[in-house]
């Protein structure tokens, strides 16, 4: 009798665990992205489809947080700017490594020493610029840098800090494939090519995060991913293509989620003397005579916003009263006759067709359009791993491209792409066009050593509108739409990020 | 014979390294991997100064020749995309590649056998006609075209089987394999009948023109006339016969949907080698391209070689001087 009623208490006392432990059940999402991880590593890829998931693994000294992407605390509680070239950081404590290792000083110090070895660190850039790092005690560090580098905080998010110890002592393949960090979520299992698992971290400093498990599925194949999302597979797609956004829409048990991308489109045209388009007449002749919202409508199917400058509202230096020229191709033509080109002239335009959403139908339509104006075209696009040498070469008079900069700084953008090209001081390395002003040159570097943020970006800004009205370095074309879709009536809350990262502790269902 | 042997390896060396030398020279008209490799904020001097760290400024011919070296000594370099070994790369990925072509293989050979016999035996029956036109259609329509429809179909509209991966898999030693679980066979259908449908109908045809030609033959005639049973004539003095050419091209196949599953691997986001290579050209990780390519050479090669020699053995009238 006593026996029956222990094992029945005993009965009773395992339903009711079984009990509460179901709601706090693993909740599990399940996610298809546009692009596989290329190594665990997270110094060894700078572009933000393997940052995107570094940064659930590792966390930075800062990251951006919320709609606009502003600078906020991770690793670091807070820093300081004394002076141009010095950068104080006050470190967190209690933190530790998904291995336990507790992080500290020494670790931030490992971290920035390893970005100049381009074995493992595609950061090389990052690296060089750092003068030297300083562990004041084991919260606090100082870093020095060999010129002022104003965004150097605003570059933080994306530099993750690594475990000295297990860094080291691990083999260097082994690195390259398990991240130990302090993120949010460790790594369960990578298998290349199919699938990656990681579980929440219960120790995270944020707490843990919402949702226990996520199983990250890359399927390059815009098709196969949208299959997966339609069967039921997929919880979450990114990268919906343009083509695909109205199935997914009619789809009644989808949801199309989209937000403006950072990114800008526009036409980079170099001004070599004696070219025709060296004329700032025929500059804007070439700027009024494309009709882009007709490429809006058209060739984007309505997901695009159209630009009138380079960096996108978040970016300092972001000047709002920048406005568009308007279309106008019977102008366009005055001008052009103005200039002593009544019969038009021959350009070669460039560009990927592997880029950027409808890259090489916007570069056709450009084509088309300024033919209209007189201007003869020739096209040639190709594959970005050709183009791009292209244009760190300097040998391009006119292409299509597009930018954002994960710093949400102009300077930088600048110094990259408007800057005369200048090889001693790594100046205008992606100026494919060879564009020179010395006026734009001379009030640019005069931002780096401003330390007032405020003023420096009044600065940018007047650069910026120098730059787009009366020079006339670019012709802006659009900012692109990010996709995403989701399974309705799931509870899935997610809001995209502006720089395209699935960071997982930011969504919950 | 083995002089026949002796020659027929001297010959796979050479043309390893023709293809190997051949690789290296697309290459340097593929575009430079550097650019990725120093990050998008590098400037000139950091990229030079990656290029030096990685050997790539060095002429061609000593990059050439400072891989042939490395890869005699079992070394094919690191992947630049992902800086691990490339050989270990491909390696891993080789499980899932081997298993959709082999399923594949072995569907279509059943297939294309049973199908070809069936269609000999009575070659204007409307359905044989049917499945002749088919074999046609299997053997025109490209195989992203057919992947993209079965996915339609069978995933989006009928929601019965999975459209991309692998499902779930069972780790024996290094070899991950999906054939063990039901989710991992739901799993391979698609790709495998996507991959099967052209040598499907390569084999059907091959059968079906063999068949044809022996059922006229005296002693076929014969072996009616003995009374034998139509199973015992077809099946074992007809297809006997055909057997060798279909198995010849079946084994000859199976080298080429190893080294070509690259579109069928990409449609259903297959992990095996093929989805590797393509990401691998897209990146320039050229040592994984080039290792690749060294790798479906040997494969191929040493296929034809087993299969030459194999001719020798099965077939005594065969002379190799």
Known sequence: ??????????????????????????????????????????HGDDSDAGLSFMANFFDGLLQRKGANGELAPALAERWEHPDLLTWKFYLRKGVTFHNGNPFN??????????????????????GKTIESVEVVDDYTVVIKTKQPIPW??????????????????????????KPIGTGAYKLVEWVKGSYIKMEGNADYWEGAPPIQNVEVRPIKESSTRFAALVSGQADIVTGVPVELFEPVKKNPKLEVVSRPARRSIFLALGNKKGSPQADIRVRKAMYMAINEDEIIEKIMRGHAAPAAQVPDPPTIGYNGTIQRLPYDPEGA????????????????????????????????????????????????????????????DGILDFYLIGWFDGTFDMGRTYFKIAHSRDKDQGYGGLNGAAYSDAGLDKLLESTADIVDPAERGKTLQKLNKMAMEDLIVWIPLHYQEDLYAIQKGQGIQFSPRPDRWMVYKEISR | MATYIARRLIQGVIV?????????????????????????????????????????DAPTHVQYARFIWNALHGNFGKSYVSRVPALGLILERFPATFELAATATLLSFALGLGLGVMVSLKPYAWQNRLVMAGSLGGISTPTFLTGILLIMIFSV??????????????????????????????????????????????????TRAGMREVLTEDYIKTAWSK????????????????????????????????????????IFQWPGMGNLILTSIFETDQPVVVTYIMLAAVIIISINIVVDILYALLNPKIRYD
């Open chain 1, 1 to 42: 009798m006593k026996s029956t009623r222990m094992t029945l208490a005993l009965a009773i006392c395992l339903a009711l665990v079984l009990a509460a432990g179901a709601p706090a059940m693993a909740s599990k999402i399940v996610v298809a992205v546009d692009t596989p991880p290329r190594m665990m590593n997270p």
């Open chain 1, 105 to 126: 000083a020494a670790d931030v110090k490992f971290t920035f020493e390893r970005l100049s070895n381009p074995e493992v660190s595609e950061f090389i850039n990052t």
């Open chain 1, 152 to 177: 150097f905080a605003n570059n933080m998010h994306q530099i993750f800090i690594m475990d000295k110890e297990s860094t080291e002592s691990r083999d260097p393949g082994d690195v390259m494939v």
């Open chain 1, 333 to 392: 033509k005055k001008l052009l006759a103005e200039a002593g080109y009544a019969d038009g002239f021959s350009i070669k335009l460039s560009g990927p067709n592997d880029r950027y959403v409808q890259d090489a139908k916007i570069a056709e339509a450009v084509a088309k359009y300024l033919a209209k104006v007189g201007i003869k075209v020739e096209l040639d696009v190709k594959p970005k791993s050709i183009f791009f040498p292209e244009v760190t």
């Open chain 2, 16 to 56: 390893l390294l023709a293809v190997s030398m051949i690789c290296f020279l697309i290459f340097r008209y593929m575009g430079d991997p550097v650019l990725t490799m120093a990050g998008r904020y590098a400037t000139q001097q950091e990229i030079e100064e990656v290029r030096r760290a990685f050997g790539l």
């Open chain 2, 157 to 206: 509209y009928l929601g019965i089987l999975p459209p991309y991966g692998r499902g779930e898999t069972v780790t024996i030693g290094f070899w991950r394999s999906g054939l063990l679980t039901l989710d991992g066979i739901r799993h391979l259908i698609l790709p495998a009948v996507t991959l099967a449908m052209f040598q499907l109908a390569v084999l059907l045809r091959l």
């Open chain 2, 227 to 266: 009374g034998l049973s139509s199973r015992k004539v077809i099946f074992k003095h007809a297809l006997r016969n055909v057997m060798i050419p279909v198995v010849t091209v079946a084994g000859l196949q199976f080298g080429e949907v190893i080294a070509y599953s690259i579109v069928t691997e990409t």
